[in-house]
């Protein structure tokens, strides 16, 4: 509208439009334009200055779409919501995974809550809003029911269910809860072929689209060329949806067993993007652990993801890792900025998040690194990495009582788990609570002995209550496993400086460089590692850091930068 005048947009300007009201004053590069959900039939790069243009002559005044040179696109006037006439928001929808009878893999029944939740992404539906599946899953191992998990993450509704064999069938049964009452809405059941199961998340969401919006929707068609783009689902992708729950229990046998069948399925199955998605995130996923190097995981994420055609919308969400990789690996902020502004409009999952921040803590962005987490942990409070990593950021910004009473928020809620237990052991340490910190780190180092990160916590605790011989037994135990694999040491630095030991810690800051460990540049903003701070060689780091920022804001701005950016196109 202009005052009272309908202007009526072409499906293309109104598409680019929206992008840019919904992200005023950021600049959005071409490519989201290209890559935005919902462009049916999708923009070309060749039509977007014309979409522009065409918008700029119907919107006063002209110049509120600006050109940022090289970059893209700006909305630079001021945007509010027209709250009498906004719509209602949708309903929140929590997918619970399916319960199962006897003889049905384990991995099931999270496949198919995660294969709906994506199949109702995917199309963007008008109907419901699908909730992150981490705070949910979280809450249903630990044995919440369908309405304590909705009212917990505020759901409005909750869709639960159980799968039991027959002898050439699978039995569904399907059920919507309203978490407010704990009425139960409906109930379906329905016979599936056995060979037809990893098509149940089509037949789920069509029939929540039938009972949502009383509409006789088809989902297959709804997805437009992602479906026509899919093959038959057949035994690569049981083997896929089995290599996927593997690799996220992030246990260093069980991923490395995920992504030997990853590779499997991309081999058999090379159409199956989704697949090679999953090894980029399992490879940096392994690199954070020190179950990988780094440039193993980059060779191989890499590796996997090159034969995904260029511009194909499914692939974005492997973006973030390969700009972490480009960070961490390469040593090249451009190239890393440029993946990540790619994939800006991908929404909040566990691993993209976790690579934007990952990103923003290494650069020492540190109320970047909190607004994306604060952003992530409001739709998914129940989540462990982003509660725990939340209490890091806190203390790398120096803010020791917030990271102390983050970290006991994160104990809190996940007393067991291996991200709450480390940052909190390293925290309480740093921070004077050195007893607990020593008997958490020991606890941590028997149920997770092939932790490396767990391991430096412990002797770093160990060296603060002034145990000094049992700290350098653990080191020494890290040295020898260093010969026979590889081992991330990235912590260790912190030990030799409790112990006083500054030479020791500068070495293994220099080994973790020359590594390419992900934790590097995070630990340079180390608190613990204050001391160091007039030595040389930690200067030196620093300025190493402060050169990628100013070889970035150069690439920015320089008008060859297109040969900078080749290789990440």
């Not at 005052?3 to 071409?30: D, F, H, K, N, Y």
């Not at 709906?116 to 809450?139: E, M, Q, Y």
């Not at 083997?239 to 229990?249: D, F, G, I, N, V």
Request: glycine share 6%.
């Amino acid at each position: 509208m202009r005052g009272e005048t309908l202007i009526r947009l072409p499906a293309r300007e109104l598409s680019v439009l929206r992008l840019l009201l919904a992200r005023p004053g950021q600049v959005i590069a071409p490519q989201q334009f290209l890559q935005a959900a919902g462009d049916r039939p999708r923009l070309r790069a060749e039509e977007l200055p014309d979409c522009i243009a065409s918008l700029r002559a119907r919107l006063a005044p002209k110049e509120c779409i600006e050109t940022v040179y090289k970059r893209g696109y700006r909305f630079m006037v001021q945007v509010r919501a027209s709250r009498p006439g906004s719509p209602p928001s949708l309903p929140g929808l929590a997918i619970l995974p399916f319960e199962l009878g006897r003889g049905i893999p384990e991995y099931l029944g999270p496949a198919i809550a995660e294969q709906t939740f994506i199949r109702l992404a995917g199309i963007r539906p008008d109907f419901v809003n699908p909730l992150p599946l981490d705070s949910v899953f979280t809450l249903a191992l630990r044995g919440a029911d369908a309405v304590e998990i909705g009212r917990k993450i505020h759901a409005d509704l909750v869709l639960s269910g159980s799968v039991h064999s027959l002898p050439s069938q699978y039995r569904v049964r399907a059920q919507m809860t309203r978490p407010a009452d704990g009425s139960q809405l409906w109930v379906e059941d329905l016979l599936i072929p056995q060979d037809s199961l990893p098509d149940l998340d089509t037949e789920l969401a069509t029939r929540l689209a039938f009972r949502l919006a009383g509409a006789n929707l088809s989902i297959s068609a709804a997805s437009g060329e992602e479906q026509q783009n899919a093959p038959a689902r057949g035994a690569a992708f049981y083997q896929y949806l089995r290599a996927h729950h593997e690799w996220q229990t992030l246990q260093r046998h069980r991923m490395q067993d995920g992504l030997r069948d990853l590779l499997s399925v991309i081999e058999t199955d090379p159409t199956l993007v989704a697949a090679r998605v999953d090894v980029a995130n399992l490879c940096v996923a392994q690199a954070l652990y020190g179950f990988m190097s780094p440039t193993m995981a980059a060779e191989t994420a890499r590796t996997a993801t090159k034969p995904i055609p260029r511009g194909d919308p499914r692939a974005d969400s492997s973006l973030p890792a390969l700009g972490w990789i480009s960070f961490h690996v390469d040593r090249s902020l451009p190239k890393a900025l440029r993946l990540f502004s790619f994939s800006e409009h991908v929404p909040h999952d566990p691993w993209v998040t976790r690579a934007r921040v990952m990103l923003a803590l290494s650069r020492h962005r540190f109320d970047e690194a909190l607004e994306l987490l604060d952003g992530a942990i409001r739709i998914d409070p129940y989540s462990p990495w982003l509660q725990a990593r939340r209490a890091w950021a806190l203390h790398l910004a120096g803010r020791a009582e917030e990271s102390i009473e983050q970290a006991r928020n994160a104990l809190l809620l996940f007393p067991d788990h291996e991200g709450a237990q480390l940052y909190s052991i390293i925290i309480l340490a740093f921070n004077g609570q050195v007893s607990r910190a020593v008997s958490m780190a020991a606890d941590l180092a028997q149920r997770l002995p092939y932790f490396d990160l767990g391991t430096s916590a412990q002797a770093y605790a160990l060296a603060c209550a002034g145990q000094k011989n049992e700290a350098q037994a653990v080191l020494e135990r890290l040295q020898w496993l260093s010969r026979e694999r590889y081992v991330l040491n990235t912590f260790t630095p912190a030990v030799y400086v409790a112990l006083g030991d500054h030479d020791s810690a500068l070495r293994e800051l220099r080994i973790s460089a020359e590594a390419r460990c992900p934790w590097f540049f995070q630990t340079l903003a180390d608190p613990r590692l204050k001391p160091l701070s007039g030595e040389k060689l930690f200067q030196a780091m620093l300025d190493e850091l402060a050169a990628f920022e100013q070889e970035a804001a150069a690439a920015e701005d320089s008008p060859g930068d297109e040969q900078v950016f080749a290789e990440t196109d």
